[in-house]
């Protein structure tokens, strides 16, 4: 009879674990990609769940009632969901940056949906996404994530979880409008060079206007836009290990907000 209570109480304890990692896994970088299925998912968060139950000793939740555990475990999702969603806002620097150049050169209207953002998103910003990711995936910054996750649960022991929504407001809305102001400085290469060629076809609209400039104008909009694309993107790692750096600070901010 003690064996078994001692089994229920430790299957409790994993569960509790699992919710947050799994809330996590949802939507964090790499690991909350389409491209990742339900099934891969699942397992992965059940390993990180075994291996955070085995790193850390067991402690008792302090509940009494079903109610006040079912409260406990929408607590631990709630901290996975946006330790993983906020780590994912970093990803729209990259994203609006992208975006922000289709719309310059004329690919907007040419647009795919990201269902990881439930949202559209545009080629050039699916390109620079992918590439991110690759990168990030092949200097294992991925590996960040899985530490942060287990770091939260000594910072934030299961039970303990409280919800500061002022420091998670001020969170979100300082890096929001940080990142729309780097986003535009990313783009800003392909912004000029398009103002400058919207200049010269003025001019040549007004020196020979028998000349089509509609037409010529969109190629060479998608010509020069690709040229300056292509000069710029070495920059890209860089951007990478930038976003990296923000997504740290990403997350201990959040972890902040829910500490005691």
Do not use: W
């Not at 099934?39 to 291996?51: D, E, K, N, Y």
């Not at 690759?134 to 303990?160: E, R, W």
């Not at 292509?230 to 997504?247: A, C, D, Q, R, S």
């Amino acid at each position: 009879m003690i064996e078994q209570s001692f089994s229920i109480m430790h299957l409790e304890y994993y569960l509790a674990i699992f919710v947050r990692v799994m809330g996590a896994m949802a939507f964090a970088p790499i690991f909350g990609n389409q491209a990742v299925t339900r099934r891969v998912r699942v397992f992965i968060g059940i390993a990180c769940s075994l291996a955070v139950f085995t790193a850390n000793p067991y402690t008792p939740l302090g509940y009494s009632t079903f109610l006040e555990y079912t409260l406990l475990l929408l607590k631990e999702f709630v901290v996975g969901i946006t330790m993983g969603f906020l780590s994912n806002i970093t990803l729209t620097i990259i994203n609006a940056a992208g975006q922000f150049i289709d719309r310059e050169i004329g690919f907007s209207m040419v647009s795919d949906f990201d269902q990881t953002m439930n949202t559209e998103i545009t080629i050039t910003a699916e390109f620079y996404n992918m590439l991110v990711m690759l990168i990030m995936l092949c200097s294992n910054m991925h590996y960040f994530i899985l530490s942060a996750l287990s770091d939260s649960f000594q910072l934030i022991p299961l039970g303990k979880v409280t919800i500061d929504a002022g420091t998670l407001y001020d969170t979100m809305i300082q890096y929001i409008a940080d990142y729309f102001i780097i986003s535009v400085r990313i783009a800003l290469p392909v912004m000029i060079s398009t103002m400058l060629l919207n200049v010269v076809l003025g001019v040549l609209a007004k020196t020979a206007p028998q000349m089509n400039m509609f037409v010529i104008g969109i190629q060479l909009k998608i010509f020069v836009g690709f040229a300056v694309l292509l000069v710029t993107i070495g920059f890209l790692p860089n951007i990478t290990e930038f976003i990296y750096k923000e997504m740290q600070t990403v997350v201990a901010g959040v972890l902040k907000a829910f500490m005691q």
